[in-house]
């Protein structure tokens, strides 16, 4: 029994795994009341309610690690362009 739970255990963790992505691009739209953007190659994804949203501007390059959540793209982290560099 112990052997069954471990190997459930295993599963949900690789399967939990296989929904983790990473994407790069050019941020096309921004919309605050739903919480989403959508990169130029017509991806959206969720952003949490923390996410300081003027920080973000259409045509701006962006890295973004998300998980797959209930069919949606959810945004666990992101890499801005360094705005001091030129």
């Known amino acids: 029994m112990r052997t069954l739970i471990g190997a459930v255990a295993a599963t949900l ?3 939990s795994a296989a929904f983790a992505g ?3 691009g050019l941020i096309k739209k921004i919309d605050k009341d739903a919480l989403t953007l959508t990169l130029d190659d ?3 994804y969720k952003l949490n309610a ?3 949203l003027d920080a ?3 045509g701006m390059d962006i ?3 998300y998980d ?3 069919g949606e793209n959810v945004i666990t982290d992101m890499e801005l362009p360094d705005s001091s560099a030129d």
């Open 13 to 15: 963790l690789l399967s």
């Open 22 to 24: 990473q994407t790069e």
């Open 42 to 44: 017509g991806k959206s």
């Open 50 to 52: 923390e996410t300081d």
């Open 56 to 58: 973000l501007k259409p």
């Open 63 to 65: 890295v973004i690690a």
């Open 68 to 70: 797959v959540t209930n």
